[in-house]
Antibody, heavy 115, light 116 residues
């Protein structure tokens, strides 16, 4: 089954404790992206990757890191989480390139609370 | 800078009526894509429809159609014959389609409620 998986689905942590949220897709998609969703603000893109070893900032990259060492995985790293990073996080993937279908497939979301 | 505006925070519609959700955008790029997503109360994001900036015809997917007016920079979603299951948040989004960059921005969403 074609899917995007995220782990963990729920996480409560404390300020300053490094954490990683994993994202994996099994569709051989070039494009992967992380978003955060906050009430009234819609989804905001944190980072995206157009292929292996190619990453770029979205609109709200501060406080986050990503890496794309393999095509299927795109982990989101919070080196020193703060309470303002409490949010619902989505990973998504799609094909990328001229003339290709660009439908984004979303993971189920990770609800992060930073105390 | 790119921008997406959804001016309707919430809408109530009678079942079986058609509904139009507004979306306006701003970009200086000639190549871009416009999307609509549905987010039901369960939280998952569901792709509905896509329109490329160079597409001549409005996109349609079943009961969903995208009313693309390029000169006015609007990309409204039309749902025909609404159903109770259409009650959800709806997000409009725009994607850069450059060879070297592909940021995506979302609007703040419209909460659609269908009355029986």
């Amino acid at each position: 089954e074609a899917q995007v998986t995220q782990n963990p689905r729920y996480l409560i942590t404390v300020t300053g404790k490094k954490l990683t949220v994993t994202c994996s897709q099994n569709m051989n998609h070039e494009y992967m992206s992380w978003y955060r969703q906050d009430p009234g603000l819609g989804l905001r893109q944190i980072y995206y990757s157009m292929n292996v070893e190619v990453t770029d900032k979205g609109d709200v990259p501060e406080g986050y890191k990503v890496s794309r060492k393999e095509k299927r995985n795109f982990p989101l790293i919070l080196e020193s989480p703060s309470p303002n990073q409490t949010s619902l996080y989505f990973c998504a993937s799609s094909l990328w390139g001229p003339g290709r279908t660009v439908t984004q497939y979303f993971g189920p979301g990770t609800r992060l609370t930073v105390l | 800078a790119q921008k997406i505006t959804q001016t309707q925070p919430g809408m109530f519609v009678q079942e079986k009526e058609a509904v139009t959700l507004d979306c306006t955008y701003d970009t200086s790029d000639p190549s871009y894509g416009l999307f609509w997503y549905k987010q039901p109360s369960s939280g998952e994001m569901i792709f509905l429809i896509y329109q490329g900036s160079y597409d001549q015809q409005n996109a349609t997917e079943g009961r969903y159609s995208l009313n693309f007016q390029k000169a006015r920079k609007s990309a409204n979603l039309v749902i025909s014959a609404s159903q109770l299951g259409d009650s959800a948040m709806y997000f409009c989004a725009m994607r850069e389609e450059k060879s070297s960059a592909s940021k995506i921005i979302f609007g703040s969403g419209t909460r659609l409620s269908i009355r029986p």
